[in-house]
Protein backbone atom coordinates (compact mmCIF):
# COMPACT_ATOMS: atom_id res chain seq x y z
CA UNK A 1 0.00 0.00 0.00
CA UNK A 2 2.96 2.37 0.92
CA UNK A 3 4.89 1.85 -2.15
CA UNK A 4 1.14 2.66 -4.16
CA UNK A 5 0.55 5.87 -2.23
CA UNK A 6 4.04 6.83 -3.25
CA UNK A 7 3.06 5.53 -6.99
CA UNK A 8 0.27 8.12 -7.09
CA UNK A 9 2.06 10.41 -5.67
CA UNK A 10 4.65 10.87 -7.97
CA UNK A 11 2.41 10.11 -10.60
CA UNK A 12 0.08 12.88 -9.54
CA UNK A 13 3.46 15.46 -9.43
CA UNK A 14 4.51 14.89 -12.96
CA UNK A 15 0.96 16.10 -13.92
CA UNK A 16 0.68 18.69 -12.32
CA UNK A 17 4.76 19.75 -13.79
CA UNK A 18 3.18 19.53 -16.99
CA UNK A 19 0.86 21.73 -16.62
CA UNK A 20 2.05 24.60 -15.08
CA UNK A 21 4.01 27.12 -16.05
CA UNK A 22 1.22 28.19 -19.17
CA UNK A 23 2.89 28.14 -22.37
CA UNK A 24 3.19 31.79 -24.02
CA UNK A 25 0.32 31.29 -26.65
CA UNK A 26 -1.63 30.01 -24.06
CA UNK A 27 -2.27 33.75 -22.71
CA UNK A 28 -5.30 35.89 -23.81
CA UNK A 29 -4.04 38.44 -26.90
CA UNK A 30 -4.62 41.51 -24.55
CA UNK A 31 -2.91 40.60 -21.61
CA UNK A 32 0.24 39.34 -24.21
CA UNK A 33 -0.47 42.97 -25.91
CA UNK A 34 -0.72 45.11 -22.52
CA UNK A 35 1.80 44.92 -19.99
CA UNK A 36 1.49 41.30 -19.46
CA UNK A 37 -2.09 42.12 -17.83
CA UNK A 38 -0.86 44.08 -15.52
CA UNK A 39 -1.88 48.43 -14.96
CA UNK A 40 0.31 50.14 -16.83
CA UNK A 41 3.05 52.65 -15.27
CA UNK A 42 1.15 56.12 -14.15
CA UNK A 43 3.28 58.32 -16.97
CA UNK A 44 2.29 56.74 -19.26
CA UNK A 45 -1.64 56.05 -18.47
CA UNK A 46 -1.76 59.90 -18.00
CA UNK A 47 -0.40 60.27 -21.57
CA UNK A 48 -2.36 58.25 -23.01
CA UNK A 49 -5.32 59.84 -21.45
CA UNK A 50 -4.23 63.21 -22.48
CA UNK A 51 -3.53 61.68 -25.97
CA UNK A 52 -7.75 60.36 -26.27
CA UNK A 53 -8.50 63.58 -24.73
CA UNK A 54 -6.41 65.55 -27.53
CA UNK A 55 -7.84 63.17 -30.31
CA UNK A 56 -11.36 63.67 -29.30
CA UNK A 57 -10.85 67.88 -29.42
CA UNK A 58 -9.64 66.87 -33.18
CA UNK A 59 -12.51 64.45 -33.81
CA UNK A 60 -15.15 67.81 -32.08
CA UNK A 61 -13.45 70.22 -34.43
CA UNK A 62 -13.89 68.52 -37.42
CA UNK A 63 -17.27 67.36 -36.82
CA UNK A 64 -18.64 70.76 -35.31
CA UNK A 65 -16.55 73.17 -37.87
CA UNK A 66 -20.49 73.36 -39.80
CA UNK A 67 -21.18 74.60 -36.81
CA UNK A 68 -18.71 76.89 -35.85
CA UNK A 69 -18.44 78.10 -39.46
CA UNK A 70 -21.93 79.91 -38.95
CA UNK A 71 -21.73 80.91 -35.29
CA UNK A 72 -18.20 82.86 -36.74
CA UNK A 73 -20.50 84.30 -39.55
CA UNK A 74 -23.89 85.26 -36.44
CA UNK A 75 -21.79 86.67 -34.16
CA UNK A 76 -19.38 88.89 -36.47
CA UNK A 77 -22.57 89.95 -38.64
CA UNK A 78 -24.19 90.79 -35.17
CA UNK A 79 -21.33 92.93 -33.71
CA UNK A 80 -21.14 94.67 -36.72
CA UNK A 81 -24.46 95.73 -37.68
CA UNK A 82 -26.83 94.70 -34.53
CA UNK A 83 -28.94 91.58 -33.44
CA UNK A 84 -32.24 91.72 -34.16
CA UNK A 85 -35.08 89.48 -36.27
CA UNK A 86 -35.78 92.70 -37.76
CA UNK A 87 -32.28 93.56 -38.81
CA UNK A 88 -31.14 92.12 -42.72
CA UNK A 89 -27.77 93.30 -43.39
CA UNK A 90 -27.19 93.71 -47.25
CA UNK A 91 -24.32 94.04 -49.10
CA UNK A 92 -26.11 97.02 -51.64
CA UNK A 93 -22.61 98.03 -53.16
CA UNK A 94 -21.48 94.04 -53.19
CA UNK A 95 -19.28 92.02 -51.10
CA UNK A 96 -15.63 93.11 -51.59
CA UNK A 97 -12.50 91.40 -49.97
CA UNK A 98 -12.97 93.70 -46.33
CA UNK A 99 -15.18 91.30 -45.71
CA UNK A 100 -13.77 88.08 -44.09
CA UNK A 101 -16.25 85.53 -45.03
CA UNK A 102 -15.70 81.86 -46.34
CA UNK A 103 -15.73 82.23 -50.11
CA UNK A 104 -18.43 85.52 -50.70
CA UNK A 105 -19.94 85.96 -54.15
CA UNK A 106 -19.24 89.56 -54.85
CA UNK A 107 -21.26 88.97 -58.33
CA UNK A 108 -24.72 89.35 -56.61
CA UNK A 109 -26.03 91.09 -53.35
CA UNK A 110 -25.84 89.66 -50.70
CA UNK A 111 -28.89 89.25 -47.83
CA UNK A 112 -27.31 87.37 -44.35
CA UNK A 113 -28.76 87.47 -40.84
CA UNK A 114 -29.45 85.46 -38.34
CA UNK A 115 -32.54 84.49 -36.60
CA UNK A 116 -33.05 82.86 -33.01
CA UNK A 117 -36.49 81.07 -32.56
CA UNK A 118 -35.82 80.21 -28.74
CA UNK A 119 -36.02 84.15 -28.61
CA UNK A 120 -39.19 85.12 -30.77
CA UNK A 121 -41.14 81.26 -31.03
CA UNK A 122 -42.26 80.70 -35.01
CA UNK A 123 -41.14 83.68 -37.29
CA UNK A 124 -42.94 84.54 -40.89
CA UNK A 125 -39.75 85.65 -43.77
CA UNK A 126 -41.85 87.28 -46.69
CA UNK A 127 -39.08 86.42 -49.33
CA UNK A 128 -39.21 88.08 -52.25
CA UNK A 129 -39.88 86.71 -55.69
CA UNK A 130 -36.50 85.97 -57.82
CA UNK A 131 -34.53 85.06 -54.96
CA UNK A 132 -31.95 82.94 -55.03
CA UNK A 133 -31.27 81.62 -51.20
CA UNK A 134 -32.06 79.06 -48.52
CA UNK A 135 -32.78 78.71 -44.82
CA UNK A 136 -30.24 76.60 -42.89
CA UNK A 137 -30.03 75.10 -39.30
CA UNK A 138 -27.17 76.17 -37.27
CA UNK A 139 -25.17 72.82 -39.04
CA UNK A 140 -25.71 74.62 -42.01
CA UNK A 141 -28.40 71.28 -42.46
CA UNK A 142 -30.95 72.91 -45.37
CA UNK A 143 -34.46 73.38 -44.40
CA UNK A 144 -35.49 74.53 -47.53
CA UNK A 145 -34.32 76.18 -50.46
CA UNK A 146 -35.90 79.58 -51.40
CA UNK A 147 -36.73 80.47 -55.15
CA UNK A 148 -37.17 78.97 -58.51
CA UNK A 149 -35.35 75.50 -56.59
CA UNK A 150 -37.54 76.13 -53.35
CA UNK A 151 -41.97 75.91 -52.69
CA UNK A 152 -42.60 79.60 -53.89
CA UNK A 153 -40.79 78.75 -57.71
CA UNK A 154 -38.92 82.15 -57.78
CA UNK A 155 -42.61 83.64 -56.92
CA UNK A 156 -42.00 84.89 -53.57
CA UNK A 157 -44.33 83.50 -50.78
CA UNK A 158 -44.35 83.43 -47.29
CA UNK A 159 -41.92 81.08 -45.07
CA UNK A 160 -42.85 80.07 -41.34
CA UNK A 161 -40.24 79.09 -39.44
CA UNK A 162 -41.06 76.64 -36.80
CA UNK A 163 -38.78 75.99 -33.12
CA UNK A 164 -37.83 72.22 -33.05
CA UNK A 165 -39.48 71.87 -29.64
CA UNK A 166 -42.51 73.42 -31.83
CA UNK A 167 -46.44 71.60 -31.11
CA UNK A 168 -48.30 74.59 -31.89
CA UNK A 169 -50.86 75.39 -34.64
CA UNK A 170 -49.35 75.66 -38.15
CA UNK A 171 -52.03 77.90 -39.73
CA UNK A 172 -52.83 77.30 -43.58
CA UNK A 173 -51.04 79.79 -46.12
CA UNK A 174 -47.39 78.83 -45.40
CA UNK A 175 -44.77 76.95 -46.46
CA UNK A 176 -43.78 75.52 -43.03
CA UNK A 177 -40.62 74.39 -41.72
CA UNK A 178 -39.14 72.66 -38.42
CA UNK A 179 -35.59 73.59 -37.55
CA UNK A 180 -33.18 71.47 -35.58
CA UNK A 181 -31.85 74.37 -34.39
CA UNK A 182 -33.13 77.61 -32.58
CA UNK A 183 -31.01 79.31 -34.62
CA UNK A 184 -31.70 79.72 -38.14
CA UNK A 185 -29.56 81.63 -40.89
CA UNK A 186 -31.44 83.49 -43.09
CA UNK A 187 -29.23 83.71 -46.63
CA UNK A 188 -30.83 85.35 -49.53
CA UNK A 189 -29.25 86.44 -52.96
CA UNK A 190 -30.68 88.71 -55.61
CA UNK A 191 -28.77 88.99 -59.16
CA UNK A 192 -27.82 92.36 -60.30
CA UNK A 193 -28.57 93.77 -63.57
CA UNK A 194 -25.95 94.31 -66.84
CA UNK A 195 -24.13 97.84 -66.40
CA UNK A 196 -21.86 99.47 -69.10
CA UNK A 197 -19.01 99.22 -67.21
CA UNK A 198 -20.00 97.48 -63.90
CA UNK A 199 -23.08 95.44 -62.36
CA UNK A 200 -26.13 97.18 -61.66
CA UNK A 201 -26.87 96.33 -58.16
CA UNK A 202 -29.88 99.38 -57.39
CA UNK A 203 -33.24 96.83 -58.45
CA UNK A 204 -31.09 93.66 -56.82
CA UNK A 205 -30.98 95.65 -54.07
CA UNK A 206 -34.67 96.82 -53.86
CA UNK A 207 -35.59 93.47 -54.29
CA UNK A 208 -33.94 92.67 -51.48
CA UNK A 209 -35.21 94.97 -49.05
CA UNK A 210 -38.74 94.01 -49.88
CA UNK A 211 -38.16 90.85 -47.31
CA UNK A 212 -39.99 91.15 -44.43
CA UNK A 213 -40.15 89.36 -40.88
CA UNK A 214 -42.09 88.96 -38.27
CA UNK A 215 -43.20 86.74 -35.29
CA UNK A 216 -46.56 84.60 -36.22
CA UNK A 217 -48.45 85.63 -33.11
CA UNK A 218 -47.15 89.22 -32.84
CA UNK A 219 -50.06 91.49 -34.01
CA UNK A 220 -49.30 94.42 -36.94
CA UNK A 221 -48.22 97.12 -33.99
CA UNK A 222 -46.00 94.87 -32.28
CA UNK A 223 -44.06 94.15 -35.12
CA UNK A 224 -40.55 95.94 -35.39
CA UNK A 225 -39.62 97.82 -38.38
CA UNK A 226 -37.31 96.11 -40.96
CA UNK A 227 -33.62 97.78 -40.49
CA UNK A 228 -31.43 96.93 -43.51
CA UNK A 229 -27.91 97.50 -42.62
CA UNK A 230 -25.32 98.38 -45.67
CA UNK A 231 -22.57 96.03 -45.36
CA UNK A 232 -20.68 97.20 -48.29
CA UNK A 233 -17.43 98.69 -48.07
CA UNK A 234 -17.10 97.78 -44.15
CA UNK A 235 -14.39 95.58 -42.62
CA UNK A 236 -16.54 92.67 -40.93
CA UNK A 237 -15.02 89.84 -39.45
CA UNK A 238 -17.09 86.78 -39.84
CA UNK A 239 -14.90 83.98 -39.46
CA UNK A 240 -14.77 81.04 -37.32
CA UNK A 241 -12.40 81.57 -34.10
CA UNK A 242 -9.01 80.07 -34.29
CA UNK A 243 -7.86 79.83 -30.78
CA UNK A 244 -9.60 78.21 -28.02
CA UNK A 245 -12.80 80.58 -28.18
CA UNK A 246 -13.74 78.22 -30.53
CA UNK A 247 -14.28 75.58 -27.49
CA UNK A 248 -16.42 78.17 -25.78
CA UNK A 249 -18.26 79.25 -27.86
CA UNK A 250 -19.00 75.22 -28.77
CA UNK A 251 -20.07 75.31 -25.08
CA UNK A 252 -22.84 78.09 -25.51
CA UNK A 253 -24.09 76.45 -29.02
CA UNK A 254 -23.88 73.20 -26.69
CA UNK A 255 -25.93 75.10 -24.03
CA UNK A 256 -28.68 76.83 -26.30
CA UNK A 257 -29.47 74.33 -28.85
CA UNK A 258 -31.62 71.26 -28.05
CA UNK A 259 -30.70 67.61 -27.08
CA UNK A 260 -32.23 66.70 -30.43
CA UNK A 261 -29.67 68.86 -32.31
CA UNK A 262 -27.12 66.85 -31.73
CA UNK A 263 -26.92 63.20 -31.83
CA UNK A 264 -25.72 61.08 -28.96
CA UNK A 265 -22.16 60.14 -30.24
CA UNK A 266 -21.01 63.14 -31.29
CA UNK A 267 -22.35 64.38 -27.67
CA UNK A 268 -20.43 62.02 -26.27
CA UNK A 269 -17.28 63.08 -28.00
CA UNK A 270 -18.17 66.38 -26.40
CA UNK A 271 -18.44 65.34 -23.21
CA UNK A 272 -15.18 63.40 -23.06
CA UNK A 273 -13.58 67.21 -23.76
CA UNK A 274 -15.64 68.20 -20.55
CA UNK A 275 -18.58 69.92 -22.99
CA UNK A 276 -22.08 68.71 -21.53
CA UNK A 277 -25.10 70.48 -22.14
CA UNK A 278 -26.11 72.74 -18.74
CA UNK A 279 -23.11 71.32 -17.01
CA UNK A 280 -19.50 73.98 -16.23
CA UNK A 281 -17.02 73.62 -18.65
CA UNK A 282 -13.61 74.16 -16.73
CA UNK A 283 -10.62 72.48 -18.74
CA UNK A 284 -7.48 72.06 -16.21
CA UNK A 285 -4.12 73.88 -17.46
CA UNK A 286 -3.00 70.90 -19.43
CA UNK A 287 -6.76 70.09 -21.52
CA UNK A 288 -6.91 74.04 -22.21
CA UNK A 289 -3.09 73.23 -23.52
CA UNK A 290 -4.33 70.37 -25.43
CA UNK A 291 -7.54 72.11 -26.62
CA UNK A 292 -5.02 74.76 -28.16
CA UNK A 293 -3.29 72.32 -29.71
CA UNK A 294 -6.35 70.70 -31.42
CA UNK A 295 -7.69 73.94 -32.66
CA UNK A 296 -4.13 75.12 -34.51
CA UNK A 297 -3.34 71.12 -35.65
CA UNK A 298 -6.82 70.05 -36.92
CA UNK A 299 -7.31 72.63 -39.20
CA UNK A 300 -3.75 71.76 -40.89
CA UNK A 301 -4.95 68.10 -41.05
CA UNK A 302 -8.57 69.44 -43.32
CA UNK A 303 -6.35 71.47 -45.03
CA UNK A 304 -4.27 68.25 -46.00
CA UNK A 305 -7.01 66.47 -47.09
CA UNK A 306 -7.66 69.48 -49.23
CA UNK A 307 -3.86 69.74 -50.66
CA UNK A 308 -3.46 66.29 -51.28
CA UNK A 309 -6.94 64.97 -52.94
CA UNK A 310 -9.14 62.36 -52.80
CA UNK A 311 -8.04 58.81 -54.01
CA UNK A 312 -10.90 58.07 -55.83
CA UNK A 313 -10.87 61.11 -57.69
CA UNK A 314 -14.74 61.60 -57.10
CA UNK A 315 -13.72 65.42 -56.82
CA UNK A 316 -12.29 66.18 -59.88
CA UNK A 317 -15.21 67.54 -62.38
CA UNK A 318 -13.61 66.51 -65.54
CA UNK A 319 -10.90 63.45 -66.81
CA UNK A 320 -9.00 65.71 -68.71
CA UNK A 321 -8.80 69.38 -66.30
CA UNK A 322 -7.68 70.06 -62.85
CA UNK A 323 -10.98 71.47 -61.64
CA UNK A 324 -12.71 70.09 -58.56
CA UNK A 325 -16.51 69.38 -56.97
CA UNK A 326 -16.29 71.02 -53.87
CA UNK A 327 -19.29 68.25 -52.42
CA UNK A 328 -17.14 65.46 -54.45
CA UNK A 329 -20.42 64.06 -56.18
CA UNK A 330 -21.98 64.02 -52.59
CA UNK A 331 -25.74 64.97 -52.07
CA UNK A 332 -25.70 68.93 -50.54
CA UNK A 333 -26.41 66.60 -47.14
CA UNK A 334 -22.42 64.78 -47.50
CA UNK A 335 -23.90 61.67 -48.41
CA UNK A 336 -22.17 59.00 -50.72
CA UNK A 337 -23.69 55.84 -51.12
CA UNK A 338 -23.26 54.32 -48.24
CA UNK A 339 -21.78 56.71 -45.56
CA UNK A 340 -21.15 60.71 -44.56
CA UNK A 341 -18.66 62.24 -46.41
CA UNK A 342 -17.01 64.15 -42.84
CA UNK A 343 -13.69 64.88 -44.20
CA UNK A 344 -15.07 66.20 -47.72
CA UNK A 345 -17.85 68.23 -45.37
CA UNK A 346 -14.73 69.74 -43.46
CA UNK A 347 -12.95 70.50 -46.04
CA UNK A 348 -15.72 72.38 -47.57
CA UNK A 349 -16.74 74.77 -44.20
CA UNK A 350 -13.08 75.08 -44.35
CA UNK A 351 -13.49 77.41 -47.38
CA UNK A 352 -17.27 78.10 -47.72
CA UNK A 353 -20.78 78.17 -46.38
CA UNK A 354 -24.42 77.21 -47.26
CA UNK A 355 -24.65 73.65 -49.07
CA UNK A 356 -28.14 73.67 -50.74
CA UNK A 357 -30.13 71.06 -52.87
CA UNK A 358 -29.83 74.02 -55.67
CA UNK A 359 -26.37 73.74 -55.39
CA UNK A 360 -25.60 70.30 -56.27
CA UNK A 361 -28.66 68.86 -57.90
CA UNK A 362 -28.71 68.75 -62.11
CA UNK A 363 -31.55 71.19 -62.64
CA UNK A 364 -31.60 72.56 -66.07
CA UNK A 365 -31.96 76.91 -66.49
CA UNK A 366 -31.58 77.15 -62.40
CA UNK A 367 -29.27 76.08 -59.75
CA UNK A 368 -25.57 77.16 -59.78
CA UNK A 369 -22.46 75.50 -60.27
CA UNK A 370 -18.84 76.19 -59.12
CA UNK A 371 -15.88 73.99 -60.94
CA UNK A 372 -12.84 74.86 -58.49
CA UNK A 373 -9.10 74.77 -59.68
CA UNK A 374 -6.22 75.25 -56.95
CA UNK A 375 -3.72 74.15 -59.95
CA UNK A 376 -2.69 75.07 -63.26
CA UNK A 377 -2.73 73.20 -66.77
CA UNK A 378 0.36 71.71 -65.12
CA UNK A 379 -0.83 70.66 -61.98
CA UNK A 380 0.90 72.89 -59.95
CA UNK A 381 -0.52 74.69 -57.50
CA UNK A 382 -1.54 78.34 -58.19
CA UNK A 383 0.34 80.94 -56.65
CA UNK A 384 0.03 84.91 -56.65
CA UNK A 385 4.27 85.64 -57.61
CA UNK A 386 3.10 83.71 -61.04
CA UNK A 387 0.95 85.61 -64.13
CA UNK A 388 -1.59 83.11 -65.36
CA UNK A 389 -4.75 82.93 -68.40
CA UNK A 390 -8.19 81.42 -68.03
CA UNK A 391 -9.53 80.65 -71.34
CA UNK A 392 -13.51 80.80 -71.35
CA UNK A 393 -15.00 79.11 -74.62
CA UNK A 394 -18.11 80.98 -76.00
CA UNK A 395 -22.17 80.31 -74.63
CA UNK A 396 -20.53 79.59 -71.37
CA UNK A 397 -24.01 77.50 -69.93
CA UNK A 398 -25.11 80.13 -67.54
CA UNK A 399 -28.80 81.71 -67.85
CA UNK A 400 -28.20 84.37 -65.40
CA UNK A 401 -24.53 84.89 -65.52
CA UNK A 402 -21.20 83.35 -64.50
CA UNK A 403 -18.09 84.59 -62.43
CA UNK A 404 -14.65 83.78 -61.98
CA UNK A 405 -13.75 84.36 -58.47
CA UNK A 406 -10.30 84.16 -56.89
CA UNK A 407 -9.90 83.10 -53.20
CA UNK A 408 -6.84 82.26 -50.40
CA UNK A 409 -7.13 78.81 -49.53
CA UNK A 410 -7.14 78.52 -46.14
CA UNK A 411 -10.23 79.84 -44.88
CA UNK A 412 -12.21 80.86 -48.55
CA UNK A 413 -11.93 84.88 -47.96
CA UNK A 414 -11.21 87.17 -50.86
CA UNK A 415 -7.74 87.76 -52.15
CA UNK A 416 -7.35 91.26 -50.69
CA UNK A 417 -5.69 93.76 -53.47
CA UNK A 418 -5.69 97.21 -53.85
CA UNK A 419 -8.30 95.92 -56.33
CA UNK A 420 -10.90 95.05 -53.67
CA UNK A 421 -13.18 93.06 -55.78
CA UNK A 422 -11.50 90.01 -57.00
CA UNK A 423 -13.89 88.61 -59.31
CA UNK A 424 -15.06 89.42 -62.99
CA UNK A 425 -18.21 88.61 -64.24
CA UNK A 426 -20.67 88.19 -67.13
CA UNK A 427 -23.00 91.45 -65.95
CA UNK A 428 -20.04 93.67 -66.85
CA UNK A 429 -21.10 94.42 -70.55
CA UNK A 430 -17.13 96.02 -70.63
CA UNK A 431 -15.59 92.79 -70.64
CA UNK A 432 -13.37 92.48 -73.55
CA UNK A 433 -14.54 88.98 -75.41
CA UNK A 434 -12.50 87.56 -78.51
CA UNK A 435 -13.92 87.38 -82.14
CA UNK A 436 -15.28 84.42 -81.56
CA UNK A 437 -17.39 84.98 -78.12
CA UNK A 438 -14.77 83.47 -75.88
CA UNK A 439 -13.58 85.02 -73.01
CA UNK A 440 -9.55 85.46 -71.98
CA UNK A 441 -9.00 86.40 -68.18
CA UNK A 442 -5.52 87.41 -66.47
CA UNK A 443 -4.71 86.53 -62.56
CA UNK A 444 -1.00 87.72 -61.15
CA UNK A 445 0.60 90.25 -59.41
CA UNK A 446 0.79 92.80 -62.74
CA UNK A 447 -1.45 93.14 -65.18
CA UNK A 448 0.12 92.06 -68.24
CA UNK A 449 0.35 94.37 -71.18
CA UNK A 450 -1.78 92.83 -73.56
CA UNK A 451 -4.70 92.31 -71.06
CA UNK A 452 -7.60 94.55 -70.41
CA UNK A 453 -8.39 95.99 -66.84
CA UNK A 454 -11.68 94.64 -66.68
CA UNK A 455 -10.33 91.38 -67.65
CA UNK A 456 -7.31 90.84 -64.85
CA UNK A 457 -7.27 90.07 -61.25
CA UNK A 458 -4.55 90.94 -59.08
CA UNK A 459 -3.16 88.17 -56.95
CA UNK A 460 -0.58 88.75 -53.66
CA UNK A 461 2.95 87.08 -54.62
CA UNK A 462 4.00 84.35 -52.49
CA UNK A 463 0.38 83.38 -51.23
CA UNK A 464 -1.29 80.20 -53.12
CA UNK A 465 -5.05 81.32 -54.15
CA UNK A 466 -7.60 78.95 -55.71
CA UNK A 467 -9.87 80.16 -58.90
CA UNK A 468 -13.82 79.18 -58.83
CA UNK A 469 -15.91 79.61 -62.07
CA UNK A 470 -19.67 80.44 -60.84
CA UNK A 471 -22.33 79.51 -63.48
CA UNK A 472 -26.23 80.58 -62.11
CA UNK A 473 -29.16 79.40 -64.02
CA UNK A 474 -26.45 76.20 -65.33
CA UNK A 475 -27.49 74.75 -68.55
CA UNK A 476 -27.44 71.38 -70.23
CA UNK A 477 -23.98 71.75 -72.34
CA UNK A 478 -22.37 71.61 -68.58
CA UNK A 479 -23.87 68.53 -67.27
CA UNK A 480 -23.00 66.54 -70.73
CA UNK A 481 -19.82 68.83 -70.67
CA UNK A 482 -19.66 70.09 -73.98
CA UNK A 483 -18.79 72.76 -72.63
CA UNK A 484 -15.96 73.12 -70.25
CA UNK A 485 -13.73 75.99 -68.94
CA UNK A 486 -10.00 75.28 -70.03
CA UNK A 487 -7.42 74.83 -66.93
CA UNK A 488 -5.59 77.87 -66.14
CA UNK A 489 -2.13 78.42 -67.62
CA UNK A 490 0.83 79.46 -66.59
CA UNK A 491 2.25 82.34 -68.84
CA UNK A 492 5.57 83.62 -66.96
Do not use: C
Amino acid sequence: MKAKAVLLASVALASAMSLSPLKAQEVPPLVRQINNGNWLPQAEAEGLRDELFYQRAIHAYVTMLPAMNTIGMRDGSEEAFGKGYNVLPIWKSRMDSRAWIPTPNGDVIYSLTFLDLKDTGPLVVAAPPNVIGMFTDLFQRTITDVGLIGPDRARGGLYLLLPPDYDGQIPQGYFAFKSKTHNVMLFFRTVMGKGATAPDPKEAVSLAEQTRIYPLWASEKDVKPMQFPDGSGKRVQMMYPVDNTFWTKLKAFVDHEPVSAIDPELRGVLASIGIVKGQPFNPSAKQQELLKKAVETAPKMILANRQLGRPDGRNLYYRDRQYENVWAGATSEWLQDSYLDVDQRAGFFQIAFSSAPAMVMHTLGAGSKYPTTRKDANGEFLIGSNGYKLHLPPNAPAALFWAVTLYNITDGTMVETPQLMPSINSLNEAITKNADGSIDLWFGPSKPANAAETNYIQTIPGRNFIATVRLYGTGVSFFDQSWKPDDVVKVN
